[in-house]
């Protein structure tokens, strides 16, 4: 089993994956425009959907479960974005004496239909 290190080290370099990724869909909506979509969105359709006949759809690990699903053993998720968690900015709270608050995306590990079978 991974120690902490690592497991930092597996979380910076998916951050960094999905940064990425973000990036080349958002290159992807400027050349193909499909309309105001959020990040998510863009990556679904310009990365993960891009050139395959069957739609893709996404949940997590519980939604599927509660939807009678289970993952096939091996399957690796799809990296998404989280919602924001807004977190207190304490370097400007101290020089403005004012509450500040950031957001705080998280990564959010998805599977698609077909790394789904019926339970």
């Known amino acids: ?3 902490i290190k690592e497991k930092n080290q597996i979380s ?3 951050r960094e994956k999905l940064k990425k990724f973000s990036l080349l869909a958002k290159e992807r909506e400027e ?4 309309g105001k979509m ?3 969105e863009l990556l679904a359709h310009h990365v993960y959907n ?8 996404f949940k997590s690990f519980l939604d599927w479960q509660f ?3 289970k993952v096939r053993k091996g399957e690796k998720a799809y990296l998404f974005w989280s919602k924001p968690n807004p977190r207190k900015n304490k370097d400007v709270e101290e020089e403005t004496n004012e509450d500040s608050e950031d957001k705080q995306f998280y990564i959010a590990y998805l599977f698609s239909n077909e790394q789904v079978e019926k339970i």
């Open 67 to 69: 939807s009678g699903y």
């Open 1 to 3: 089993m991974a120690n």
């Open 50 to 57: 891009h050139n395959r006949n069957n739609k893709l759809f």
């Open 31 to 34: 050349i193909n425009p499909t």
């Open 38 to 40: 959020k990040v998510n």
């Open 12 to 14: 910076k370099e998916n």
